[in-house]
């Protein structure tokens, strides 16, 4: 069965940290790219970072500089490190993940693999 599994969420003050961990079973994410979106309440969901498989990553302009995507396909996991948090980065985050590189066109619009989601909250 395949599976994509989230981690790493929380409640941080605004101008901390977190890290988001996405894991997969019952595949390999070799060959994906894996993406991670957000959804506030009452927004829209929105694509926030990709990597492809062969490693190039995207971000949404409102996270440059402040996020970094990464993979680690020994442990076939895929993270998102999280820095500088904003209030407006408050929503549950999901992972995503596909073959090919349609996943990482900007603006990013879905996966065909989706993990069940994990709620950051920025607040202080």
């Known amino acids: 069965q395949l599976q994509l599994v989230e981690s790493g969420g929380g409640l941080v003050q605004p101008g901390g940290s977190l890290r988001l961990s996405c894991a997969a079973s019952g595949f390999t994410l070799d060959y994906y790219a894996i993406g991670w979106f957000r959804q506030a309440p009452g927004k829209a969901r929105e694509g926030v970072s990709c990597i492809s498989g062969s490693g190039g990553s995207t971000y949404v302009d409102s996270v440059k500089g402040r996020f970094t995507i990464s993979r680690d396909n020994a442990k076939n996991i895929a993270y998102l490190e999280m820095n500088s948090l904003k209030p407006e980065d408050t929503a549950v985050y999901y992972c995503?993940?596909?073959?090919?590189?349609?996943?990482?066109?900007?603006?990013?619009?879905?996966?065909?693999?989706w993990g069940q989601g994990t709620q950051v909250t920025v607040s202080s």
């Open positions: 995503a993940a596909e073959l090919g590189i349609r996943l990482c066109v900007l603006p990013m619009t879905g996966g065909k693999y």
